[in-house]
């Protein structure tokens, strides 16, 4: 099997690939427990983010660290790069591929990361494009998932909140139809999924049912995906939020989710999850967010050192 030269969208991801990256990330565990070692030792990341991150940024460096390699970048490029002086992404990224053997991308713009790799000699992986594509979040969502629920063929996701730009979810959503996971989408008009997303879920074999409110799904939820709502990334939209019952964890909702349902969020969140709740067994989002550095060790490897034929 040829090595994914770029990881720009969760479509480069078939079930036999997920299934041999994810027994690679249980083994990435093993190595983070020791510390370290040396499979991409001599290997230099370029860590290039355009937009703010703490989670994505971090894990990918922790996981370059983790793995024996370097790392390299600026974390608000857009300010502190010479796209401030009107040079171009294509340009950045020729340049930046000189010095590094992978480059991790975010930009503000959709279609950002397959113009960086359409030009790029080097390994571009895509740490979100705008409101386009997520693909590493949506595979440690799912390995989050499949970790509580192994067969997702079986198990009921809801997501929550800002469906409309939410790239997370679109990301994992159009990876859980290679499973044909039924899905329920709740949300305020305004952000609900778009009518064409939704259509293409539906003829991927994919169960989908829309919401206006939470209580009208949550006693079936056998994960329940919350995000916030993305104000950076909508316009015309005024005076939306997500912290009434309708779309945020209360004592009562709480109380009616199955025992085995958990919660999961891309984070950073607002007040959709009360702290209260962290304590919860059924509260996975901590878990999740580590997950995201084995998941990102095991794809650095695959790109830099990969998987033997």
Known sequence: MHPIQHI????????????QLFLRVQEMRGIEKRGACSILDNKIMASLFYEPSTRTRLSFEASMLRLGGEVMGTESAGHFSSATKGETLEDTIKIIAGYADVIVLRHPEK????????????????????????PTQALLDLFTIMEAHPDPRTCQVVFVGDLLKGRTVHSLARLLTLFHTPMSFVAP?????PPEFAHGLIENGCEVTQHETLREVIERADVLYMTRVQKERLTGIEGIALDGSDY????????LMPTSCIIMHPLPRNSEIPTWFDED??????????????????????????FPE
Do not use: C, W
């Not at 790029?120 to 494009?129: F, L, M, R, Y």
């Not at 945020?248 to 109380?255: D, G, R």
């Open 248 to 255: 945020a964890l209360t004592p009562e909702l709480v109380s």
């Open 8 to 19: 720009t969208s969760v479509s480069q991801f078939d079930l036999a690939r997920i299934k």
């Open 111 to 134: 279609g950002a990361a397959d113009r960086a790799a359409a030009v790029s000699p080097v390994p571009i992986v895509n740490a979100g494009d705008g409101d386009g594509e997520h």
């Open 281 to 306: 067994p059924r509260a996975a989002y901590f878990r999740q967010a580590k997950n995201g550095l084995y998941v990102r060790m095991a794809l650095l490897e695959e790109l830099l050192n990969p």
């Open 189 to 193: 008009t305004p952000l609900q999924l």
